[in-house]
């Protein structure tokens, strides 16, 4: 039987998960947390947890697996030396240095791009050019690619997923020319699609962990795309929401569409696109007001098929991106009523509410027409909520049956193992 493994490096640890051919049954689940704070997690930590999580697969499974596939967070980069080594400490998804050189990054990318941005790889990228440690530097790589070398061992590998920020044209798969122009003097990463075979595992590392020497290293993507690909959702105007501390859509359509004032953006699934948006609304608001037991019972005694008049517009502090863009909006969370089920109803209506507006916008843009939403996150659970929220959406809203970035690289990697086989 040929097996597949996933690697999700995430902020607080890595896991893994190993999937057979039918994807239907997990056949091994592995983790690894980080002792320390994400600042304080170095390449050498990345590289322990790699094999760690390795070792941690029953032998006999590991001798079946075919391929693999290793997701990272989007926009951790590192630069390398000429075999490998890291010259610097990373710079992680949230590092905000890029924002230095900002102002020369707006001379030089089109307006409203997505590299526009002070977390961006290419800011980060050219903040590291102004480093002394930078002389030493010959690779530019995202978190997924180095770890993905340490099993293959080729340099200077991505795919296009992480290379979105860097500036990459995933529509064109090139780097476009405003980039090229500014002759940076490393390599820029080879840009693969998401799944694509690479090479076999380096014969050391397959012996040393009784690895098959066969089995194919794929191109990576980065932790949310993975989650995506997790729930399912295959066709055009399907969607997963994220009802985690946070309210995060994705739609998938034949179009694509972007916006920088709403923070809009897509990636690119094969022939189709993924586009996404976010809000600041979301379970951290109602975790200000009510526990995870009180979540649960209160919702229990909401009825569903009424609308509740309370109009809120539920955040932690002032402003959102989308679907209204206006740093200055206010939260909005009253009256409240003394009753909690009434204001917990409230709450979870006008949540709805502003998932309806995102997918109506995105809509608007010219993406697909929603058909089906699956739900990932905290808030996926609560039966009450995605009653309410079928009652707006006005289509099947499910909950994903997988929510793991792991499960879904290690999908990415039986579409590589198997596309490996028949060529
Ligand atoms: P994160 O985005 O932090 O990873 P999770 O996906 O773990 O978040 O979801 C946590 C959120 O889910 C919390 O903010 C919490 O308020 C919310 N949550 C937990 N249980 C429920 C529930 N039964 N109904 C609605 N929301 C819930």
């Known amino acids: 039987m040929n097996l597949y493994l996933g690697i999700d490096f995430g902020t607080s640890g890595a896991r893994g998960v190993v999937i057979d051919e039918e994807a239907s049954c997990i056949q091994a689940q592995v983790r690894y947390p980080f002792q320390d704070s994400p600042a304080a997690v170095t390449p050498k930590i990345w590289q322990e947890a790699l094999f760690m999580l390795v070792e941690q697969i029953p032998n006999q499974l590991r001798r079946e697996i075919k391929a693999i596939a290793i997701n990272g967070t989007s926009s951790t980069v590192l630069l390398v030396d000429a075999v490998g080594n890291p010259v610097d400490t990373p710079l992680l998804y949230n590092d905000a240095r890029g924002s230095l050189v900002l102002e020369h990054l ?18 980060k990228l050219l903040w590291m050019m102004q480093q002394p440690s930078f002389s030493e530097a010959r690779y530019f790589l995202h978190q997924a690619d180095w770890l993905a070398f340490l099993l293959h061992g080729q340099l200077g590998i991505s795919d296009y997923h992480n290379a979105l920020k860097l500036g990459y044209d995933v529509e064109e798969l090139k780097y476009p020319e405003w980039l090229e122009n500014l002759q940076i003097p490393i390599q820029l990463p080879k840009v693969l699609p998401p799944g694509t075979p690479i090479a076999q595992l380096r014969p ?11 089995c194919l290293v794929c191109a990576g993507t980065t932790d949310s795309i ?19 501390s946070t309210l995060v859509l994705k739609l998938l359509s034949r179009t694509r569409q972007e916006d920088a004032r709403y923070g809009i953006y897509s990636h690119r699934l094969g022939d189709l696109w993924l586009t996404g948006g976010a809000s600041n609304t979301g379970g951290a608001v109602l975790k200000q007001f009510f526990t995870n037991a009180e979540l649960e019972s209160l919702s229990w005694e909401i009825d569903a098929s009424i609308a509740s008049e309370l109009d809120y517009y539920p955040l932690l502090k002032v402003g959102d991106r989308f679907p209204i863009n206006d740093p200055n909006l206010p939260p909005r969370l009253s009256p409240r009523p003394d009753n909690p089920v009434e204001f917990l109803h409230g709450l979870l209506e006008s949540i709805a509410r502003i998932e309806a507006r995102g997918y109506e916008l995105l809509q608007q843009m010219g993406a697909d027409k929603l058909s089906r939403v699956y739900t990932a996150g905290g808030g996926a659970a609560n039966e009450t909520w995605t009653a309410i929220r079928a009652r707006y959406l006005q289509v099947p809203v499910v909950a994903s049956v997988y929510t793991e970035a792991a499960y879904g690289t290690a999908l990415l990697a039986m579409g590589g193992g198997i596309k490996g086989e028949q060529e």
């Open 106 to 123: 707006r001379n030089i990318a089109p307006p409203n791009h997505t590299v526009l941005s002070a977390t961006s790889s290419l800011a």
């Open 204 to 214: 050391e590392i397959a012996d040393k962990f009784g690895l098959r020497r066969d």
């Open 226 to 244: 993975a989650a995506f690909l997790a729930s399912g959702a295959k066709l055009p105007g399907e969607a997963v929401t994220s009802l985690g």
